[in-house]
């Protein structure tokens, strides 16, 4: 199973716009096939789980399943996406929930930490089958992280244009150094920070995070 860019294309697409009534992901069978995967990778993991296994699951023969998606990586990443996509959204409405640009990146740090260590999929791989998602994070020349990069980066010209953050920060520069710091607490354990204490992932945010974003 190639991994490399899996990630990075699942967060890619999934910051995409939704796909129009009528397509594919709003086709019922693919909509079984994907739940049923779900449960399947979750429970097995994906190295253990087939394609047999997801169909058996969905109640659907093995030959419907590989018309939807024509190999296990597609199926895979088009879970993945899934999940990015629904994290995505829950992300969003959270931090314009917040009250200042700095309450926005404290939510928004430790809101994501919090969402992708409980998600049962997502989280669960990391835990679970590390050798699966995190060389797609780490191993891709740096694809996946960009791509969050980018997504930071725009909410931070946002924040920007809207004068909630001085011109003269450079958002490009604190969008990579809070993507990475986010990617680092994920795939390395930390003996200091608990990342459990969402209150103290608060404060860590607050502490060491908003002050790159100026006065």
């Known amino acids: 199973m190639t991994v490399d860019s ?7 697409r999934a910051l995409e716009p939704a796909v129009p009534d009528g397509e594919r992901a709003d086709d019922e069978v693919t909509a079984r096939l994907l739940d049923a995967a779900h449960e399947q990778f979750r429970r097995w993991g994906i190295r253990r789980s087939t394609m047999e296994d997801v169909a058996r699951r ?4 093995r030959v419907t399943a590989y018309r939807r998606f024509a190999t296990k990586d597609a199926l895979v990443e088009a879970v993945v996406q899934r999940e990015f996509r ?3 959204d829950r992300f969003l409405v959270d931090i314009r929930a917040a009250r200042t640009v700095a309450d926005r990146v404290v939510e928004g740090f430790a809101g994501s930490m919090h969402a992708i260590r409980r998600n049962p999929l997502i989280g669960g791989l ?9 060389p797609a994070m780490v191993n891709d020349g740096g694809r996946t992280l960009a791509t969050v990069q980018r997504f930071v980066a725009g909410q931070l010209r946002q924040e920007q244009r809207a004068g ?3 011109a003269e920060v450079d958002v490009e520069l604190a969008a990579e150094l809070m993507t990475r710091l986010s990617c680092s607490f994920l795939v390395v354990p930390s003996s200091v920070v608990d990342l459990d ?5 608060r404060a860590l945010a607050r502490r060491f995070i908003v002050p790159m974003l100026g006065p």
């Open 6 to 12: 899996l990630l990075g294309r699942a967060l890619a």
């Open 58 to 61: 969905a109640g659907v023969s």
């Open 86 to 88: 629904r994290y995505f």
């Open 126 to 134: 990391i835990e679970a089958e590390p050798d699966v998602l995190i």
């Open 164 to 166: 909630h953050i001085a």
């Open 197 to 201: 204490d969402e209150d103290g992932l």
